[in-house]
């Protein structure tokens, strides 16, 4: 959602998050009389608080952690990260009763640009504020600059400008000064390591190295030594000393992807670092300070498999502060073409190819193709393509995305069935709108259920529901 309305005289939207209803009065009242321009919205706990951010754009929000309603038990920084979580990228002023260093610590790591005691003159707080929105608005977002053949540039090492995207380049802004843990979501192939280099780039530790593990592609009983290290002779085949990904991340990020896969007994000793900062090699008994900042991703649902006993709970809270969820390319309004134009022309240059774009057919076909494999197939076709021809442009005839022969060779990509235009099977979208509001029906309209039940992330569920509310026919 977009945060600020930069630039315009549209009323800012403040949520005020409050179960006591004279403290959400007079904080409502104060900031309409602080500055003229701003339209309230009051809701009582969380579950109203995401329900309202389902519906409209907020620039800001105050939310009192002190309420007991609805989606208000857990930690400051749970709480806070949940309404990250719902699309808030504006400021958050957090409220409580309880003025310890510690709770509006975890406030701020939850993702809160400044905490106040309670009780508080709402003068003061409208204010505060007031002063953050401002800052918000004069701060500079990511723009997308055009390149040499008028394509977009990106951010990042991304390409692309939807709104999709320009809102996850923004959350990428906000979260890369701070320390605190990441956790990116996605699809197979959106491009979560894309993420966590970016995080990286703009985060104080850009100087540092940038160690990726991916903890599904090696062997459980290897994952130790590769996060941790290994002495000599702690194992058969460990001829010398050597330093795993959390000692050569030091000073830097170390990035777990496809954290979701790893072993429980590690999943412990992953714990441990988080929580000391130090490391033991395997076969030694030194222990080493580190300093990393942790970035992980997924591509399934880890609260879904915290429920199931898959991913320790107590981890998960750990890693689960500042979370980040890529959006699918389908999702990517604008953005399918235009990465398949970027594709072309380097993959046109790095074979000696003729290629310079897309005949219309071959445009329309990419752009009406679910991409499973998001932007990875995406990449992956166009350069078979540019591999196994040689003309001026690409026709549609050229792309293995038709029921025929060559549809075969994109199934075999995703493990999925070619498409068929079988007039008894609905649209993909269709289908799966019908199962997420089945799904909700199911548990009463509530999202966090309904998405357990689904395996996939309740700001899934939140985002496609706002995208049909605006009858965008997100897929």
Same mark, same amino acid.
């Given at each position: ?148 053949? &008028? ?92 330093? &795993? ?199 009463? &309209? ?24 605006? &009858?965008?026919?997100?897929?």
């Amino acid at each position: 959602m977009v945060s600020v309305n930069r630039g315009s005289q549209e009323p800012v939207r403040v949520l005020v998050i409050e179960d006591d209803p004279a403290v959400r009065r007079l904080t409502a009242a104060a900031l309409i009389a602080h500055q003229n321009l701003v339209r309230i919205r009051e809701a009582t706990n969380l579950v109203e608080a995401v329900a309202l951010l389902r519906d409209e754009n907020f620039s800001a929000a105050v939310f009192s952690l002190d309420g007991t309603g609805p989606g208000n038990s857990g930690s400051a920084a749970e709480l806070v990260a949940a309404l990250r979580q719902a699309g808030l990228l504006g400021p958050i002023v957090a409220t409580s009763r309880k003025g310890s260093v510690s709770i509006a610590v975890e406030a701020m790591r939850g993702g809160a640009d400044d905490f106040v005691v309670k009780p508080y003159q709402p003068a003061d707080l409208a204010r505060r504020l007031a002063n953050l929105i401002r800052m918000e608005a004069t701060r500079e977002l990511p723009t997308p600059q055009p390149d040499a053949v &008028g394509e977009v540039e990106g951010f990042e090492g991304f390409l692309g400008n939807s709104d999709a995207m320009r809102q996850h380049y923004d959350q990428i802004v906000r979260i890369a000064p701070s320390k605190a843990p990441v956790f990116i979501t996605g699809e197979s192939g959106t491009g979560k390591e894309v993420c966590a280099e970016a995080i990286h780039a703009r985060s104080d530790r850009a100087s540092g190295p940038f160690i990726a593990l991916n903890c599904s592609a090696i062997p459980k009983e290897l994952m130790e030594s590769e996060i941790f290290g290994h002495v000599r002779g702690a194992f058969t085949g460990a001829h010398e000393e050597r330093a &795993g990904a959390a000692e050569l991340a030091h000073g830097g990020t170390l990035f777990l992807d496809e954290i979701c896969d790893m072993d429980l007994a590690l999943q412990a000793k992953l714990l441990r670092f988080v929580q000391t900062g130090t490391v033991r090699r395997v076969g030694d008994v030194r222990l080493r300070h580190v300093d990393v900042r942790f970035v992980c991703a997924t591509n399934r649902d880890p609260a879904s498999d915290v429920a199931t006993g898959r991913f320790r709970e107590d981890l998960y809270y750990r890693l689960h502060v500042l979370p980040l969820h890529l959006p699918p390319l389908r999702e990517r309004a604008g953005d399918i073409a235009r990465l398949a134009r970027a594709f072309l022309t380097r993959y046109a240059e790095e074979e000696g190819r003729a290629f310079v774009g897309f005949t219309s057919e071959a445009e329309a076909a990419i752009e009406e193709f679910a991409w499973p494999g998001n932007v990875r197939q995406l990449q992956n076709v166009i350069r078979r393509v540019v591999v196994l021809h040689n003309s001026e442009y690409v026709s549609a005839e050229m792309l293995p995305l038709s029921p025929d022969g060559s549809a075969h060779e994109a199934a075999r990509d995703t493990g999925l069935l070619p498409r068929t235009e079988s007039p008894a099977i609905a649209p993909y979208r269709m289908q799966e709108q019908k199962i997420i509001e089945k799904a909700l029906a199911a548990f009463g &309209g509530n999202a966090q259920k309904a998405a357990a039940a689904l395996e996939i992330a309740p700001s899934t569920i939140y985002r496609k529901l706002q995208g049909w509310a605006q &009858g965008r026919g997100v897929a």
